[in-house]
Protein backbone atom coordinates (compact mmCIF):
# COMPACT_ATOMS: atom_id res chain seq x y z
CA UNK A 1 0.00 0.00 0.00
CA UNK A 2 1.28 3.70 -0.85
CA UNK A 3 -0.11 6.79 0.49
CA UNK A 4 -0.14 9.94 -1.44
CA UNK A 5 -1.46 13.65 -0.12
CA UNK A 6 -2.28 16.24 -2.51
CA UNK A 7 -1.14 19.42 -1.11
CA UNK A 8 -2.96 22.49 -2.04
CA UNK A 9 -2.14 26.14 -1.98
CA UNK A 10 -5.53 27.70 -1.84
CA UNK A 11 -4.09 31.20 -2.29
CA UNK A 12 -1.57 30.56 -5.88
CA UNK A 13 -4.26 27.64 -6.75
CA UNK A 14 -1.10 25.39 -6.69
CA UNK A 15 -0.25 22.03 -6.12
CA UNK A 16 3.50 20.67 -4.73
CA UNK A 17 4.57 17.71 -6.88
CA UNK A 18 7.78 16.46 -6.88
CA UNK A 19 9.66 16.66 -10.09
CA UNK A 20 11.61 13.86 -10.83
CA UNK A 21 14.92 12.56 -13.09
CA UNK A 22 15.66 9.17 -12.74
CA UNK A 23 17.14 6.69 -15.17
CA UNK A 24 17.09 9.34 -18.01
CA UNK A 25 13.14 9.44 -17.22
CA UNK A 26 11.41 12.54 -16.02
CA UNK A 27 8.27 12.58 -14.58
CA UNK A 28 6.22 13.96 -11.69
CA UNK A 29 4.44 12.51 -9.28
CA UNK A 30 2.56 13.68 -5.88
CA UNK A 31 4.27 13.28 -2.82
CA UNK A 32 4.03 10.08 -0.84
CA UNK A 33 5.42 7.11 -0.23
CA UNK A 34 4.90 2.87 0.47
CA UNK A 35 3.44 2.10 4.20
CA UNK A 36 5.89 0.45 6.66
CA UNK A 37 4.71 -2.44 8.88
CA UNK A 38 1.29 -2.53 9.91
CA UNK A 39 0.71 1.41 8.94
CA UNK A 40 -2.80 2.70 7.98
CA UNK A 41 -2.91 4.62 4.93
CA UNK A 42 -3.51 8.16 7.08
CA UNK A 43 -0.34 7.10 9.14
CA UNK A 44 2.13 6.16 6.18
CA UNK A 45 0.81 9.83 4.89
CA UNK A 46 1.87 11.70 7.70
CA UNK A 47 5.32 9.97 8.19
CA UNK A 48 5.77 9.79 4.65
CA UNK A 49 5.23 13.69 4.12
CA UNK A 50 6.80 14.81 7.29
CA UNK A 51 10.16 12.53 6.24
CA UNK A 52 9.67 13.98 2.60
CA UNK A 53 9.18 17.47 2.58
CA UNK A 54 9.11 18.52 6.48
CA UNK A 55 5.34 19.41 6.31
CA UNK A 56 3.61 18.69 9.67
CA UNK A 57 -0.31 18.00 10.05
CA UNK A 58 -2.29 15.92 11.88
CA UNK A 59 -4.60 13.26 10.50
CA UNK A 60 -7.61 15.49 11.32
CA UNK A 61 -5.74 17.99 8.67
CA UNK A 62 -6.32 14.85 5.61
CA UNK A 63 -9.26 14.33 3.75
CA UNK A 64 -9.25 11.08 1.68
CA UNK A 65 -10.60 11.20 -1.73
CA UNK A 66 -9.69 8.30 -3.86
CA UNK A 67 -7.70 5.32 -4.03
CA UNK A 68 -6.31 3.94 -7.38
CA UNK A 69 -4.82 0.59 -8.20
CA UNK A 70 -1.55 0.52 -10.03
CA UNK A 71 0.75 -2.22 -11.00
CA UNK A 72 -1.21 -4.18 -8.14
CA UNK A 73 -0.36 -2.13 -5.63
CA UNK A 74 -3.00 0.08 -4.17
CA UNK A 75 -2.74 3.85 -3.61
CA UNK A 76 -4.75 6.10 -1.16
CA UNK A 77 -4.71 9.67 -2.11
CA UNK A 78 -5.36 12.12 0.94
CA UNK A 79 -6.12 15.99 0.62
CA UNK A 80 -4.23 18.67 2.52
CA UNK A 81 -5.50 22.07 1.40
CA UNK A 82 -4.64 24.78 4.02
CA UNK A 83 -0.92 24.92 3.14
CA UNK A 84 -0.56 28.65 2.12
CA UNK A 85 3.50 29.17 1.56
CA UNK A 86 4.37 29.75 -1.48
CA UNK A 87 8.05 28.65 -1.21
CA UNK A 88 8.40 24.78 -2.42
CA UNK A 89 10.14 22.97 0.97
CA UNK A 90 13.61 20.96 0.36
CA UNK A 91 13.93 17.35 0.05
CA UNK A 92 14.96 15.64 3.17
CA UNK A 93 14.96 12.35 4.66
CA UNK A 94 15.88 9.13 2.40
CA UNK A 95 15.12 10.95 -1.10
CA UNK A 96 17.33 13.16 -0.26
CA UNK A 97 20.00 10.46 0.80
CA UNK A 98 19.14 8.96 -2.37
CA UNK A 99 19.62 11.56 -4.63
CA UNK A 100 22.49 11.70 -7.11
CA UNK A 101 22.92 12.75 -10.88
CA UNK A 102 20.65 9.71 -11.72
CA UNK A 103 18.02 10.08 -8.85
CA UNK A 104 16.72 13.75 -9.00
CA UNK A 105 13.45 14.64 -6.51
CA UNK A 106 12.62 18.64 -7.02
CA UNK A 107 9.42 19.85 -5.06
CA UNK A 108 7.72 22.07 -6.92
CA UNK A 109 4.51 24.33 -6.71
CA UNK A 110 2.74 23.70 -10.01
CA UNK A 111 -0.33 25.91 -11.08
CA UNK A 112 -4.00 23.80 -11.51
CA UNK A 113 -3.91 25.32 -15.57
CA UNK A 114 -0.42 23.89 -16.03
CA UNK A 115 -0.94 20.35 -14.68
CA UNK A 116 -1.94 18.98 -17.72
CA UNK A 117 1.38 19.77 -19.79
CA UNK A 118 3.69 17.24 -17.06
CA UNK A 119 4.23 13.83 -17.53
CA UNK A 120 2.28 13.19 -13.96
CA UNK A 121 2.28 9.63 -12.79
CA UNK A 122 0.52 7.19 -12.75
CA UNK A 123 -1.12 9.03 -15.70
CA UNK A 124 -4.66 8.74 -14.27
CA UNK A 125 -3.86 11.62 -11.58
CA UNK A 126 -4.02 14.24 -13.83
CA UNK A 127 -8.04 14.50 -14.74
CA UNK A 128 -8.36 12.89 -10.71
CA UNK A 129 -6.64 16.24 -9.55
CA UNK A 130 -8.37 18.79 -12.15
CA UNK A 131 -11.70 16.91 -10.85
CA UNK A 132 -10.47 17.38 -7.22
CA UNK A 133 -9.43 21.19 -6.83
CA UNK A 134 -11.98 22.18 -8.86
CA UNK A 135 -15.06 21.53 -5.97
CA UNK A 136 -11.95 23.19 -3.36
Avoid at 42 to 69: C, G, M, N, W, Y
Avoid at 88 to 113: D, F, H
Avoid at 116 to 129: D, G, H, I, V
Amino acid sequence: MRARVIIHNPQTDAVLLIHRFKNGREYWVVPGGGAQGVELPVQTAIREITEELQIKFKPSDLKEVFALSEVGVEQQIFFLGQVISSDAPKISGEEAARTSESNVYIPTWINLADLEQLNLQPSQLTARLQQILKTK
